[in-house]
């Protein structure tokens, strides 16, 4: 049988269902599909395409240049490659986002009127949504009895699989395929040079994904449960990129993990649930569909938002004059990526000191993040904005200067990125403006011209974010 194989997020040969399924069918023609058109506002940000257009050159080496690619509306493209091919069967592994999966069902059901088969595979998350109720069998909103009622009392994930032996290609559809495309001709890549910085960062591909995993755990887990809050440890795996686009499933990671720990470590369950907020942050997307864009808490939709593009900017710029808030905003900018604790600093001092939208969070680290995940990055902001599902409570405002003194202390992260402020004493690092002048000036801080002042007042701003919690409607 003459397979399609649609690789989406599942951008792997290793433990991979769907592709599996087509090698043992038969002959498979693999493809992948940029569809921006169904994706609407959230078509995928700059960063995320640098990751991509190298995950994709790498899978396509791992399927020895058979890969073929497309640009456009998924459905439209997919009846052409069938006419072209006469394809008889396409399997694809699940996505969650709401619009893709509105487009997957309707795919499905266009594509078996033609008489093909349709078949598609759970490859990206432990438990399938759908799959995890409480008994009375409506859905979780609360992540503790999720994880632990929900799925670690369901079936255990599946384990993972091995990789094709071997994979026979459909020889004669090289000619015939219609508006095929080269990878280059995706545009994915910028056309000015910001992105080869990060590229240094990080080893893109199912091969890097498995050598990042290999790594955290010889050297990072261990201390993962204290170090994943200190940005300058390597406590943490940085694989989210590679979840995202399937370069390694959420099931390797899981039972590698366990592979190496007695049952109970304290570092191991640590990981194991942040795994698990990343299953909850999908099963509320599969649940709540306009979790992308509307407050899950309605009572937020009067919150007094100030939206100020000039303040909105510096906090992008990471020339906020908060020191951990722009070590943050800069890692981010030079390489894709922010650590989990900075995030949550930036994040709060967004909505709440500066009373920007969560929105104008989620679209910049959209856009900038190369682990951006529609799910993820939607529940996180919401999260953070005190109006998602099991939310930090509004009045939980992080302060920046505190939270850099305990989770940088030595200032390792902090002056790493704002090298200005290298020779500033730990005492002031995180509050330049306290500093004497003399030990400014032994430092060469200049406030206001080597490094900004302060954007806002923390206590004033303290006050303005609760005054404007406090008016919000008390019921609901
Ligand atoms: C405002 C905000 C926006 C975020 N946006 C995204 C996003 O777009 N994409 C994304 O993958 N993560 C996002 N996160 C979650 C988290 O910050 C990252 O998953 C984590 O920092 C990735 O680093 P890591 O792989 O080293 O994590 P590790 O600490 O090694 O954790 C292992 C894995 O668990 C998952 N995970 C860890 N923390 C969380 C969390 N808080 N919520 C959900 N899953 C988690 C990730 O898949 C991660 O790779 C966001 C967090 C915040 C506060």
Not at 216 to 227: D, V
Not at 342 to 363: A, Y
Not at 414 to 428: C, D, G, M, Q, S
Request: proline share 6%; net charge neutral.
């Amino acid at each position: 049988m003459k397979t399609i194989m649609w690789f989406r997020q599942d951008l792997r040969l290793t433990d991979n269902p769907a592709l599996l399924d087509a090698v043992n069918c038969g002959t498979i023609i693999p493809i992948y599909i940029l569809d921006d058109i169904n994706a609407g506002p959230f078509k995928i940000g700059a960063a995320s395409k640098v990751w991509l257009h190298n995950s994709l050159s790498k899978l396509n080496t791992a399927l020895n240049g058979n890969l073929k690619f497309f640009e456009g509306s998924a459905s439209e493209i997919l009846f052409k490659i069938i006419a072209d091919t006469k394809a008889e069967k396409l399997v694809w592994t699940r996505c969650y986002e709401p619009w893709r999966m509105a487009r997957d069902t309707a795919i499905k059901n266009k594509i078996r009127q033609l008489g093909v088969e349709v078949k598609s595979f759970s490859g990206s998350l432990l438990w399938e949504p759908h799959l995890i109720n409480k008994p009375d069998g409506t859905h979780y909103r609360v992540f503790t009895p999720f994880y632990r009622r929900g799925c670690l009392s369901a079936q255990p994930p599946r384990k993972p699989l091995t990789a094709p032996a071997e994979i026979h290609y459909a020889s004669d559809v090289d000619v015939v395929i219609t508006s095929e495309q080269t990878l280059d001709e995706l545009n994915l890549l910028p056309s000015q040079n910001w992105h080869k910085a990060f590229l240094d960062e990080w080893n893109i591909g199912e091969e890097g994904a498995q050598q990042a995993l290999d790594t955290f755990l010889m050297n990072g887990i261990s201390s993962y449960k204290l170090g994943r809050n200190i940005p300058s440890q390597k406590s943490v795996s940085r694989l989210s990129p590679r979840f995202h686009f399937g370069e390694i499933s959420p099931n390797q990671a899981w039972y590698a993990a366990q592979h190496i720990f007695e049952p109970g470590d304290s570092n191991l369950d640590s990981f194991l649930s942040e795994l698990g907020w990343r299953e909850f942050s999908h099963y509320l997307n599969y649940h709540y569909k306009t979790l992308a864009d509307k407050n899950l808490n309605s009572k937020f939709d009067s919150f007094a938002w100030i939206n100020t593009p000039e303040i909105l900017k510096a906090w992008q710029q990471g020339i906020t004059g908060y020191p951990i808030v722009d070590a943050g905003m800069r890692e981010l900018y030079s390489t894709g990526y922010m650590h989990n604790r900075v995030r949550m600093i930036v994040g709060s001092f967004l909505v709440k000191n500066l009373l920007q939208h969560w929105h104008h969070g989620r679209d910049w680290f959209f856009d900038c993040l190369v682990d951006a995940d529609l799910c993820v990055n939607s529940a996180s902001w919401q999260w953070i904005a005190g109006c998602g599902a099991d939310a930090a409570p509004y009045f939980r405002i992080f302060n920046p200067v505190t939270q850099g003194e305990k989770f940088d202390g030595d200032g390792i992260y902090t002056r790493k990125w704002v090298p200005e402020l290298i020779n500033l004493p730990n005492k002031f690092l995180f509050c330049p403006w306290q500093a004497p002048p003399e030990i400014l000036k032994q430092s060469g801080v200049e406030l206001g011209k080597t490094y900004p002042n302060p954007i806002i007042n923390l206590a004033d701003s303290r006050a303005r974010a609760l005054e404007a919690f406090s008016m919000l409607p008390k019921s609901k």
